[in-house]
């Protein structure tokens, strides 16, 4: 299971339900709530035109709110219903990642076998019957995606809401998660700008849902990568005490990293509060952060790209020489 939720006794009563039903129900809406899927909506038949069934469905979904739909698409077929993932772009970012995290798992608990399909929708227009005919129109010409694919695709879109990139280069600071961070990682980021240690990392506690210190320590920017994990994200903050041109100086950079190989709800939850960590940093710990960089591997960050950074390598420029004239015979 990708976010340690599980489907509640009673979602599964009501999905056989469903299933027993045959044609007098169209389908049924779930949620999530205290780490459980459980049923919210019953959607009744009224038709035996799939499209025409359709308009059930439209008042009981939201602008705002995210929802797990299941559908009865092919009547009589033992892999007949469709599971739509339902997460509108004005969802708040905590319920993008729990439902996008999650989406295997309502598949997984209630039998894949019984799902031809399975959809991400973002808007109440992709579930009318217009946009259901669109919607097969363009599967007839593209091959369908797995589960799998759409989990992970559905990961790439919550990173790149809160991150206009992976490489390892200045980025850009988006909107947010907002975990509480612990008294040790909020001292030691205070203690960062003039203490004896020069390196302060932080995790998140996925079951506590929290910022905590994962360690301190102290390195050159040519150590910075062999001290950073390589097999979980991470938020690392680096004092880069350097000389250039004959002057002292010891900026902050903020180091996010990511290796591919992490879980996805850990990928899901780092990303979406990177941005909430950079903000108790500057406002809660008064650090002045001066870069921001993001890696999938600690690797990608070298010392000279650290320093590059900050002083970037000047091309010269050769003056231009006007060819000679010739001279006059």
């Not at 579930?127 to 759409?150: D, I, N, S, V």
Request: proline share 5%; glycine share 6%; hydrophobic share 35%.
């Amino acid at each position: 299971m990708q976010s340690g939720i599980t489907a509640s006794q009673e979602l599964h009563d009501a999905f056989n339900t469903l299933v027993s039903s045959s044609s007098a129900q169209l389908g049924l809406i779930a949620g999530i709530k205290k780490e459980q899927l459980i049923p919210l909506e019953t959607i009744s038949s009224s038709s035996p035109d799939f499209f025409d069934d359709l308009t059930a469905l439209e008042p009981l979904i939201k602008d705002n709110e995210a929802a797990y739909i299941i559908l009865r698409r092919h009547q009589n077929a033992p892999d007949g219903f469709v599971a739509v993932t339902y997460v509108p772009d004005t969802a708040n970012v905590r319920q993008k990642m729990l439902f996008a995290s999650t989406r295997l798992t309502l598949t997984r608990e209630l039998g894949t076998e019984r799902f031809r399909e399975t959809i991400f929708a973002t808007t109440r227009q992709e579930l009318t019957a217009e946009g259901w005919k669109k919607h097969e129109k363009h599967g007839e010409l593209k091959a369908p995606l797995t589960a799998e694919e759409q989990t992970l695709q559905g990961v790439k879109e919550a990173e790149a809401e809160a991150s206009r990139g992976t490489n390892a280069r200045s980025s850009h600071v988006s909107s947010g998660l907002s975990f509480p961070m612990s008294e040790d990682a909020l001292a030691a980021l205070k203690g960062l700008p003039g203490g004896q240690e020069n390196l302060v990392q932080l995790k998140i506690n996925v079951a506590k849902e929290a910022i905590e210190l994962a360690g301190t320590g102290s390195t050159e920017a040519e150590g910075l990568a062999s001290n950073i994990s390589d097999t979980e994200p991470r938020y690392a903050f680096f004092r880069y005490s350097h000389d250039f041109e004959g002057q002292e100086q010891a900026p902050i950079v903020f180091v996010y990293t990511c290796p591919s190989g992490s879980k996805i709800k850990e990928r899901m939850l780092y990303a979406s509060s990177r941005a909430g960590v950079i903000a108790a940093a500057s406002s809660d710990a008064g650090l002045e952060i001066t870069k921001k960089l993001e890696a999938s591997s600690p690797s990608e960050i070298t010392a000279s790209m650290i320093h590059e950074e900050f002083h970037p390598r000047q091309e010269q420029k050769q003056a231009f020489s006007r060819p000679k004239r010739p001279g006059k015979r």
